[in-house]
């Protein structure tokens, strides 16, 4: 086969102005490597498109592939993660990884708290805040973060909210910080997981759940220094509820091939749903979903041949 990838790299973006936390999520040369590494060791033809921007370049100028590795996260704009798939579905050419609807969703955690409860799965109480002095009536302590970003963006020691005073200067700098609204959610203060899903539909399964454990607040700052942080399997049967969750909002969200849900337990130790990523870090060491796949037994090729066999298989191809 020969098959595209489109991502977003560092050394790409680097010259545009951009500081660490608007790069956080872009990909390093190491990725980007390591993943067509593979695919070229599975005897197949890469093809490094790039960004977006490439993309529709190459597009224009009548280029094909059997199937497009997309991993871009894109920059503005809370539908941003959708672009490059809803450019591959105009052609139409098949993407591995979630569609343009689902990654639109997704990324939105609002959005997408709103579906998971209506399916009836647990999550936190929460509120989407438009403005800093916004009314709001869930009961204190509550936690602040952006509603559209990921890699723990705007997220640290400031987020737990004890009064309206803090919220209102939480979300003050939140909203100035990354120009739109913020999540408020009832805080979760028991333990915290994020849960490994390859596949699609009722093909989905967990490959396991991995508990976070970190003295500081599991965001940006933290993720940066992740040898700070205890990683470790959750074999229990609050680790086994973790999955059920994490499965059940894969499948209703509809999400495909790979990635992670999140979760934090209330203080009766119930799992609770906090938010997707449908487009997973694949750094080869020290991504959250290659951490847990390493500490479930499986290298990252046994994770890229699970994600490429679930993506050819919706697409009629063989991996």
Known sequence: MRIGMTYDLVADWAGEGLDAEQLAEFDSETTIGAIAAHIARRGHEVDRIGRARTLIARLHGGDSWDIVFNICEGLHGPGREALVPALLESVP?????????????????????????????????????????????????????????????????SSLCHTPRDVQAEAARLLARFNQPVLAESYLPGREFTVGIVGTGEQARVVGVMEIVSSATYGFATKKNYQDVRYRLAEDAEGAAAAEVALGAWRVLGCRDGGRVDLRSDAAGQPMFLEVNPLPGLHPIDSDLVILARLAGYDHGWLLDQIMHSACTRAGLHW
Request: with cysteine; aromatic share 6%; hydrophobic share 40%.
């Open 93 to 157: 050419i098949p993407c591995v990884f979630s569609d343009s609807l689902i990654l639109g969703l997704a990324l939105h955690k609002g959005h997408t708290k709103r579906v998971v409860r209506d399916a009836g799965l647990p999550t936190a109480d929460f509120v989407v805040l438009e403005r800093a002095d916004q009314p709001m009536s869930l009961p204190y302590p509550v936690f602040l973060k952006p509603v559209a970003e990921g890699t723990g963006k705007g997220i640290g020691p």
